[in-house]
């Protein structure tokens, strides 16, 4: 029988162990709530996981094999990205433990902006330009 943790509080609540407040009525507080999550090494590329096409469910240990990183980050960004609401986790009554993490729909709307993103990538490198010419001087007379 699956147990389903619910991610925690309200519109101006702290999200997975940092203390921010927000006084109602303060402009720019969700926005800066997220950039402090999505901005955590790493987050960007699990949430981005989650995202892609039929992703559905996915177990600790996939993430970790597909991401390449250590089982302590990991935890520690997946506890942030439940705490925020974007994943879901299912703890399931089984011998072994089976845990599942699946996207919300806070995640699921994000979608966009991630297809936005691979939409400037696919246009742009992250290259330095080559710096524009200059114009060649007029010779004298």
């Known amino acids: 029988m699956p147990m389903t943790t619910k991610a925690r509080g309200g519109r101006h609540a702290g999200v997975a162990g940092t203390d921010?407040?927000?006084p109602d009525g303060t402009q720019g507080c969700?926005?800066?709530e997220l950039f402090h999550i999505l901005g955590k090494s790493y987050n960007l590329e699990i949430l981005h996981l989650f995202l892609q096409e039929d992703a559905g469910p996915q177990r600790f240990?996939?993430?970790q094999t597909r991401?390449?990183?250590s089982?302590?980050?990991l935890s520690d960004r997946l506890k942030d990205l439940v705490g925020a609401g974007i994943l879901s986790r299912t703890a399931y009554n089984e011998i072994p433990p089976r845990v599942d993490y699946q996207a919300t729909s806070k995640a699921l709307d994000l979608r966009s902006v991630f297809d936005s993103l691979a939409?400037?990538?696919d246009r742009h490198t992250l290259k330095p330009e080559p710096?524009?010419?200059s114009p060649t001087p007029l010779a004298a007379s």
């Open 61 to 63: 240990v996939e993430i």
């Open 131 to 133: 710096p524009p010419k």
């Open 119 to 121: 939409e400037w990538a």
């Open 67 to 69: 991401l390449k990183m």
């Open 71 to 73: 089982p302590n980050t």
């Open 20 to 22: 921010k407040d927000c």
């Open 30 to 32: 969700e926005i800066s």
